[in-house]
């Protein structure tokens, strides 16, 4: 099956930072999903982004289909960006397969 | 919309004991999945219901594991015995159809002591 992979697995960032996460996977996919799991446990919908490029506030997403990848920037972080961000590829059909996720602590 | 509701939140039981986990999906989304999530496995895809269909239970664990989805508008995950290692994190999710966005409940915390 389709393999999602992102990195890095664990990132530190002061507040301020900026920061790109990476999402690669193997096959075509019919759509990409980025996610942010909260100190919670919730998941957050942050884009939908089969393609190009989509911002709100202070996170954008880019995604290149053809070359198989997805970017996740994050600009000024914040405490409360803290947590796990993954990134999820709709195959054909419904399923969707998430990689492991990039674990983002951000501290004060 | 309330978006996808889960419940119970948390849940405690023996081992040995019968589960049932349950899912409100967003009006109208024809499509649902749950998916369970663990430090080790991370999140993984147990089943998925198009139009009330289950169309890949793939992802179920064992036959101890079963779902059903009745109706548009609800949907269950039995566990049947239960043991410790069942202990997880159980999402419901649901989608409007193909390509369009996924959106998670809140979860539940299910300990199997």
């Known amino acids: 099956g389709i393999q999602v992979e992102q990195s890095p697995p664990d990132l530190i960032l002061q507040e301020g930072a900026n920061s790109t996460l990476r999402c690669n996977f193997s096959d075509s996919v019919n759509n990409l999903q980025w996610f942010h799991q909260n100190p919670w446990g919730q998941l957050i919908n942050l884009f939908y982004?089969?393609?190009g490029t989509k911002q709100n506030g202070r996170l954008s997403a880019t995604t290149v289909a053809t070359e198989r990848y997805s970017l996740l920037y994050i600009s000024s972080s914040q405490t409360t960006d803290s947590g796990v961000y993954f990134c999820?590829?709709?195959?054909?059909?419904?399923?969707?397969?998430f990689g492991a996720g990039t674990r983002l602590f951000v501290k004060a | 919309d309330a978006g996808v509701i889960q419940s119970p939140r948390h849940e405690v039981t023996e081992m040995g004991q019968e589960v049932t986990l349950r899912c409100k999906p967003i009006s109208g989304h024809n499509s649902l999945f749950w998916y369970r999530q663990t430090m080790m496995r991370g999140l993984e895809l147990l089943i998925y219901?198009?139009?009330?269909?289950?169309?890949?239970d793939s992802g179920m664990p064992e036959d101890r594991f079963s779902a059903k989805m009745p109706n548009a508008s609800f949907s269950t995950l039995k566990i049947q015995p239960s043991e410790p290692r069942d202990s997880a994190v159980y999402f419901c999710?649901?989608?409007?159809?193909?390509?369009?966005?996924?959106?998670f409940g809140q979860g539940t915390r299910l300990t199997v002591v």
């Open positions: 219901f198009n139009n009330n269909v289950p169309i890949d």
């Open positions: 982004i089969p393609s």
């Open positions: 999710a649901s989608r409007l159809g193909l390509n369009t966005e996924a959106f």
């Open positions: 999820a590829v709709h195959t054909g059909g419904f399923k969707t397969i």
